[in-house]
């Protein structure tokens, strides 16, 4: 199958197991969200899957068939996965142009071509004020979120884990940032969006909608079962599927947590 394909993973951390099974399928030209509690694995679940070290992992995920779970970091993101950042890094000294001309290279376009194709494509985003700024230095929260996902569009991915970039933005940032993803969106890239909150589904077309609670997903569905959270919280969902809640899942995390929701240790 092209796109990503998961495939009983479980893992712990410090002997406290944290996902207990998960299996999902994202084909490539879709979009499908992970929403669940706060404290269920969903940020567990990506930093698996992209690479994070300190984590017990079984099972497997593939990305166009290609096993995952055994290669370090660099080789995933070679393979095409990438992850926006929960909390997009801040890069003094580098502009965001020259950070993209970079990637142009790699991808074997000279200058001209690459040139062309950032200001095309910063212009689809509304990103053309930010190409000569270092990279996130100084951007509100809903432009770096833009600014992110204007990179991953550049980069063009196979499978795009997109953490939380809902968080902390106003009503408007949310739209935008929506309207981003919708963007980004192609035949030849999976999407998957992690999120808490519905408010960001109001202004996308996802193809399906999983629920993960206590490291399982307990219910996958369409549209309507965001409709379901939106309007019941997920103890709807929970007495309704009989789902008693883990015993030590915080109901907010902690402020010091909040930082090791990026793939990397800084
Ligand atoms: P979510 O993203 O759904 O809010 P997480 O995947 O961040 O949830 O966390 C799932 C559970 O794993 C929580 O109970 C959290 O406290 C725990 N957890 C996450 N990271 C660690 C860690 N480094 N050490 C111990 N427990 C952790
Ligand atoms: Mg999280």
Redesign the pocket.
């Known amino acids: 199958m092209s796109g990503l394909k998961v495939d009983g993973v479980r893992a712990s951390?410090?002997e406290?197991q944290?996902l207990e099974g998960i299996d999902l399928e994202v084909p490539c030209g879709e979009l499908h969200v992970i929403m669940?509690p706060?404290?269920?694995?969903?940020?567990?679940l990506s930093h698996v899957l992209t690479g994070k070290e300190?984590y017990e992992v079984e099972g497997s995920a593939t990305l166009d068939g290609v096993e995952l779970l055994d290669k370090p970091v660099d080789e995933r993101a070679k393979l095409g996965l990438l992850q926006a950042f929960q909390y997009p890094v801040e890069v003094p000294g580098v502009r965001l142009r020259e950070l993209l001309l970079e990637v142009g290279d790699e991808h074997g376009l000279n200058f001209e071509e690459s040139s062309d194709v950032i200001e095309e494509t910063a212009e689809k985003y509304g990103v053309t004020q930010f190409l000569d700024r270092p990279v996130n230095v100084g951007l509100s929260g809903g432009e770096k979120k833009r600014s992110e996902i204007f990179q991953m569009a550049m980069l063009r991915p196979r499978v795009a884990i997109l953490d939380e970039i809902d968080s902390g933005l106003d009503i408007d940032a949310v739209r935008e940032v929506a309207a981003a993803v919708e963007e980004m969106r192609g035949p030849d890239m999976a999407v998957l969006l992690i999120t808490h909150y519905s408010r960001i589904l109001k202004h996308m077309m996802p193809d399906r909608i999983h629920v993960l609670m206590a490291g399982r997903i307990v219910e996958s569905g369409g549209r309507e079962l965001a409709d379901e959270l939106e309007a019941g919280g997920y103890e709807v969902l929970r007495e309704r599927l009989g789902i008693q809640p883990r015993v030590?899942?915080?109901a907010e995390?902690p402020v010091s947590?909040f930082f090791?929701d990026t793939p990397f240790d800084f």
């Open positions: 951390i410090d406290k944290i669940g706060n404290g269920s694995g969903k940020s567990t300190g030590e899942e915080p995390k947590e090791t």
